[in-house]
C-alpha cells in the first residue's frame, strides 16, 4: 500500500484494467465463434457429407435456438453475479459452452445439436450480463467507456474468426478450436480477482482492498476510493435489486434510464443489423460481385472488428451520445441505399452500372453499426442504471436483444418474401432515425462522469460542461 496522502493518490494503473477486462471478454470471444460456427457448419451439414442431415427448417433451428435460449434464460443469468459472485458465474458460462462443443463433437442426431445450441445460448447471455459488470466494477471513469466496449469487439472478433477458420478448417476441427476457448478462459480467468464492489457488498473488507489495490498499481492510494465503494455499498440491499415498484415506476431518474436503456437495445436488432449479415452473401451475389460467399463473409466480419476497433479510439473522446447518433445516421443511409438498388431490381430495372452500390453500402453500414449501436449499448447500460435497478435493466435489455435476434434470425426470410427484401431495408433505416431522434432529445453525454454526476444528468441538472447537453425533463 502506497503511504501517500488521499490528497496525493498517485495515478492508478490502467495496464491491470485493460488485462482483466481482455481476459474477461475471451468468454465473449469464444461465444461470438459460436455465433458465426453456423454460417460455415450449416451448408456443411445440409450437404451430402453431413455426418447429421440437416433439413432447411431444422437448420433454422440450429440457427436461431442459441438466440431464443438466451432470451428465456436472460433473467436466471442476470441473478447469478449477485447470487454466487462475478468469479463463479464466468466459471459458470464457461462450463456451459465447454459441455456444448461436447455435445456437437459426438453429435448423433439433431437433437443433440439443439441441444448445444441451447446450452451456448445460455452461455452467451450470462456473458452479456457477467461481463459488462464485472469490467465496470474494476475500471476508474477514465478507462470506463473503452473497456466497455470489449464485450462487442471481442464477440464480433470471434465471429470474424468463425467465418475465416470454417472456410479452412475441417468441420470436425472447428469444433476442436471451439472448445478450447473456454478452457483458455478459465485458465486465464483463475488468475484475476474478485471485484472490490461485490467483495464489499460480501462483507470482505480485506479482500476487497487488496482487489482494489492489484487493480489500482501498489503506487496508488485506494483509501478515497474504497471509502466511497463502502459508502455506495453500505448495506447489502445497496447491490441487490432491491427498488419496490412503487420506487421504480415514481423515480424520474429509474424511468429515464431504463427507457434509454430499452430504446438502445432495440436499436441495435431493429437496425436489421442480424438479417443483413445474414443476407451478406446475396447482397454481394445480386450486385454482380465475383467474391466468393466464404469471403464475404470473411470481408463483412472483419469490418466488425474494424469498425468496433475504431470505437475504441472514439469512445473516450468523442463521447457515448455522438457516436451513436452518427451510427444510426449513417446506417439509416446505407440501408436506404441498398432497399433503392433492391427495388430497382424488383422493377427490373437495368442496375448493371450501379452494382457498387450495394457492396459499399453494405460495408459502411457494417463499419458504422459497430462504432456506436453495437458496442455502446452495455457501456451506457452499466452506466446510466443505478445498482439497485441494474439487475432488471439487464435482464428486460438483454431478453429484448436475444428475442429480436431470434425472430431476426428465424422469420427475416419470410417477411422479405412477404413484403419484399427492400421494403425490409427500408423499415429498418426507419427504425434506425426513430431511435437517433430518441437519442438526441434524451441520452446526456456520459463520457468522463462519475455515475453521480450521470444521474443528475438524467434528472435533467445538469449543466453544460463541453459536448453535455441540458436536457428536457420527460
Same mark, same amino acid.
Given at each position: 500500500?502506497?503511504?501517500?496522502?488521499?490528497?496525493?493518490?498517485?495515478?492508478?494503473?490502467?495496464?491491470?484494467?485493460?488485462?482483466?477486462?481482455?481476459?474477461?471478454?475471451?468468454?465473449?470471444?469464444?461465444?461470438?465463434?459460436?455465433?458465426?460456427?453456423?454460417?460455415?457448419?450449416?451448408?456443411?451439414?445440409?450437404?451430402?457429407?453431413?455426418?447429421?442431415?440437416?433439413?432447411?427448417?431444422?437448420?433454422?433451428?440450429?440457427?436461431?435456438?442459441?438466440?431464443?435460449?438466451?432470451?428465456?434464460?436472460?433473467?436466471?443469468?442476470?441473478?447469478?453475479?449477485?447470487?454466487?459472485?462475478?468469479?463463479?458465474?464466468?466459471?459458470?458460462?464457461?462450463?456451459?459452452?465447454?459441455?456444448?462443443?461436447?455435445?456437437?463433437?459426438?453429435?448423433? @442426431?439433431?437433437?443433440?445439436?439443439?441441444?448445444?445450441?441451447?446450452?451456448?445460448?445460455?452461455?452467451?447471455?450470462?456473458?452479456?450480463? $457477467?461481463?459488462?459488470?464485472?469490467?465496470?466494477?474494476?475500471?476508474?471513469?477514465?478507462?470506463?467507456?473503452?473497456?466497455?466496449?470489449?464485450?462487442?469487439?471481442?464477440?464480433?472478433?470471434?465471429?470474424?474468426?468463425?467465418?475465416?477458420?470454417?472456410?479452412?478448417?475441417?468441420?470436425?476441427?472447428?469444433?476442436?478450436? @471451439?472448445?478450447?476457448?473456454?478452457?483458455?478462459?478459465?485458465?486465464?480467468?483463475?488468475?484475476?480477482?474478485?471485484?472490490?464492489?461485490?467483495?464489499?457488498?460480501?462483507?470482505?473488507?480485506?479482500?476487497?482492498?487488496?482487489?482494489?489495490?492489484?487493480?489500482?498499481?501498489?503506487?496508488?492510494?485506494?483509501?478515497?476510493?474504497?471509502?466511497?465503494?463502502?459508502?455506495?455499498?453500505?448495506?447489502?440491499?445497496?447491490?441487490?435489486?432491491?427498488?419496490?415498484?412503487?420506487?421504480?415506476?415514481?423515480?424520474?431518474?429509474?424511468?429515464?434510464?431504463?427507457?434509454?436503456?430499452?430504446?438502445?437495445?432495440?436499436?441495435?436488432?431493429?437496425?436489421?443489423?442480424?438479417?443483413?449479415?445474414?443476407?451478406?452473401?446475396?447482397?454481394?451475389?445480386?450486385?454482380?460481385? #465475383?467474391?466468393?460467399?466464404?469471403?464475404?463473409?470473411?470481408?463483412?466480419?472483419?469490418?466488425?472488428?474494424?469498425? @468496433?476497433?475504431?470505437?475504441?479510439?472514439?469512445?473516450?473522446?468523442?463521447?457515448?451520445?455522438?457516436?451513436?447518433?452518427?451510427?444510426?445516421?449513417?446506417?439509416?443511409?446505407?440501408?436506404?441505399?441498398?432497399?433503392?438498388?433492391?427495388?430497382?431490381?424488383?422493377?427490373?430495372?437495368?442496375?448493371?452500372?450501379?452494382?457498387?452500390?450495394?457492396?459499399?453500402?453494405?460495408?459502411?453500414?457494417?463499419?458504422?453499426?459497430?462504432?456506436?449501436?453495437?458496442?455502446?449499448?452495455?457501456?451506457?447500460?452499466?452506466?446510466?442504471?443505478?445498482?439497485?435497478?441494474?439487475?432488471?435493466?439487464?435482464?428486460?435489455?438483454?431478453?429484448?436483444?436475444?428475442?429480436?435476434?431470434?425472430?431476426?434470425?428465424?422469420?427475416?426470410? @419470410?417477411?422479405? #418474401?412477404?413484403?419484399?427484401?427492400?421494403?425490409?431495408?427500408?423499415?429498418?433505416?426507419?427504425?434506425? $432515425?426513430?431511435?437517433?431522434?430518441?437519442?438526441? $432529445?434524451?441520452?446526456?453525454?456520459?463520457?468522463?462522469?462519475?455515475?453521480?454526476?450521470?444521474?443528475?444528468?438524467?434528472?435533467?441538472?445538469?449543466?453544460?460542461?463541453?459536448?453535455?447537453?441540458?436536457?428536457?425533463?420527460?
Amino acid at each position: 500500500m502506497g503511504s501517500a496522502k488521499v490528497q496525493d493518490q498517485g495515478v492508478p494503473s490502467r495496464a491491470t484494467q485493460y488485462i482483466a477486462a481482455f481476459i474477461v471478454n475471451l468468454m465473449a470471444f469464444a461465444c461470438g465463434f459460436s455465433m458465426g460456427w453456423p454460417s460455415t457448419a450449416i451448408p456443411y451439414l445440409e450437404g451430402p457429407d453431413s455426418p447429421i442431415p440437416l433439413t432447411a427448417e431444422e437448420s433454422s433451428w440450429v440457427t436461431s435456438l442459441l438466440c431464443l435460449a438466451a432470451a428465456f434464460t436472460t433473467p436466471f443469468a442476470g441473478l447469478l453475479p449477485d447470487r454466487i459472485g462475478r468469479k463463479k458465474t464466468g466459471y459458470l458460462i464457461a462450463a456451459f459452452l465447454i459441455i456444448c462443443w461436447i455435445l456437437i463433437i459426438f453429435a448423433e @442426431n439433431v437433437i443433440s445439436l439443439y441441444a448445444a445450441r441451447i446450452l451456448s445460448g445460455i452461455s452467451s447471455v450470462g456473458v452479456f450480463v $457477467f461481463a459488462p459488470i464485472y469490467v465496470v466494477e474494476i475500471s476508474i471513469d477514465q478507462v470506463r467507456g473503452v473497456l466497455g466496449t470489449f464485450v462487442t469487439i471481442l464477440c464480433n472478433s470471434g465471429i470474424a474468426v468463425a467465418y475465416v477458420l470454417g472456410s479452412v478448417l475441417t468441420y470436425e476441427e472447428v469444433c476442436y478450436v @471451439n472448445v478450447s476457448l473456454p478452457v483458455i478462459f478459465i485458465a486465464l480467468f483463475f488468475w484475476l480477482p474478485e471485484t472490490p464492489k461485490y467483495l464489499v457488498y460480501s462483507g470482505k473488507i480485506e479482500e476487497a482492498k487488496k482487489s482494489l489495490q492489484w487493480f489500482r498499481g501498489n503506487s496508488y492510494d485506494i483509501t478515497a476510493e474504497l471509502n466511497e465503494i463502502k459508502l455506495s455499498f453500505a448495506t447489502k440491499d445497496s447491490l441487490s435489486p432491491t427498488l419496490s415498484f412503487k420506487e421504480m415506476f415514481t423515480s424520474k431518474v429509474t424511468i429515464r434510464g431504463l427507457f434509454i436503456v430499452l430504446v438502445l437495445g432495440a436499436n441495435q436488432q431493429l437496425s436489421g443489423i442480424y438479417p443483413v449479415l445474414s443476407y451478406t452473401v446475396t447482397i454481394f451475389r445480386e450486385s454482380g460481385s #465475383d467474391i466468393s460467399p466464404n469471403l464475404s463473409a470473411i470481408i463483412v466480419g472483419f469490418l466488425l472488428v474494424f469498425g @468496433n476497433i475504431i470505437a475504441i479510439f472514439l469512445v473516450e473522446r468523442a463521447g457515448r451520445r455522438i457516436l451513436l447518433i452518427t451510427s444510426n445516421s449513417i446506417m439509416a443511409i446505407s440501408l436506404i441505399s441498398i432497399g433503392a438498388f433492391f427495388y430497382l431490381k424488383h422493377i427490373e430495372a437495368d442496375v448493371s452500372s450501379i452494382g457498387w452500390l450495394p457492396v459499399t453500402s453494405l460495408s459502411i453500414y457494417v463499419i458504422a453499426q459497430s462504432i456506436g449501436v453495437g458496442p455502446l449499448l452495455y457501456t451506457v447500460l452499466t452506466e446510466i442504471i443505478s445498482p439497485k435497478m441494474r439487475y432488471i435493466a439487464n435482464t428486460m435489455c438483454i431478453s429484448l436483444v436475444w428475442f429480436l435476434a431470434f425472430l431476426g434470425a428465424k422469420f427475416f426470410i @419470410n417477411i422479405a #418474401d412477404l413484403i419484399g427484401v427492400y421494403s425490409t431495408y427500408w423499415i429498418f433505416s426507419v427504425c434506425c $432515425f426513430i431511435a437517433m431522434l430518441i437519442i438526441i $432529445f434524451q441520452l446526456p453525454e456520459t463520457k468522463g462522469k462519475s455515475l453521480d454526476e450521470i444521474a443528475k444528468a438524467l434528472e435533467g441538472k445538469c449543466k453544460k460542461r463541453h459536448n453535455t447537453y441540458d436536457l428536457p425533463n420527460i
